[in-house]
């Protein structure tokens, strides 16, 4: 399997086991459509980009996946979700709830320790300590993009691991396209995606 074959594998299995929810979708575009106003924000202010990556963009994704994809048997694809917690490339559940936790925590952490061990220069008042939290948020989702990198690097192979970054990276421009529908859907009363079962596939009624 080649680069471009494990990359629409890795997007067509996400798509197909994870975005069931029409909900979800909607927030996947929300979220989606934040995290490209951060990529321009990040050159401009860290403090806008921080935020909007991880209090808009991060938190509507997780909410979506968290509160409004099902968790039960998935019928169309003939798996629990345990299974497909189990088989998941990314962060699954378990993984995001440890990343959210480190992310909710990291305000006190930079409190009892202003200058994050030498990271930062301690900061003098309230706008220099958001800016040290901003910087500290970008830090925190590029390591864990680099982190599950090459944990997939050692675990799954050069390939899978490249894959999964890209995904990543492109992952907003992606989401886009692939539920600039699903609010329509929603307003509609077609809560869930019919998903296909065929790799490769478009799902039905997109």
Avoid at 5 to 25: A, G, T
Avoid at 67 to 81: L, T
Avoid at 86 to 113: C, D, E, H, T
Avoid at 144 to 160: C, V
Wanted: proline share 4%.
């Amino acid at each position: 399997m080649g680069f471009r074959q494990e990359l629409q594998k890795q997007r067509w299995d996400d798509h197909r086991f994870y975005h069931h929810s029409r909900i979800n979708q909607s927030l996947h575009l929300f979220s989606a459509s934040c995290f490209l106003m951060t990529y321009m924000l990040v050159f401009v202010s860290p403090i806008a980009a921080a935020f909007t990556a991880w209090i808009l963009a991060m938190v509507s994704r997780q909410v979506g996946h968290f509160f409004f994809e099902p968790k039960g048997f998935d019928d169309a694809n003939q798996v629990s979700h345990e299974h497909k917690e189990a088989i998941k490339v990314g962060y699954n559940l378990n993984r995001k709830v440890v990343l959210l936790s480190l992310w909710a925590i990291s305000p006190l952490f930079l409190l009892w320790q202003p200058t994050a061990f030498g990271l930062f220069q301690p900061h003098q008042g309230q706008h220099e300590f958001l800016h040290n939290l901003s910087l500290l948020w970008i830090y925190l989702g590029l390591g864990a993009i680099i982190f599950r990198t090459l944990q997939l690097f050692f675990q799954d192979g050069l390939l899978t691991g490249l894959a999964w970054f890209t995904k990543i990276a492109t992952d907003p421009f992606h989401d886009i396209k692939l539920y600039h529908k699903a609010p329509i859907h929603v307003l509609r009363g077609n809560l869930y995606d019919p998903i296909v079962t065929v790799e490769g596939e478009e799902a039905e009624a997109r």
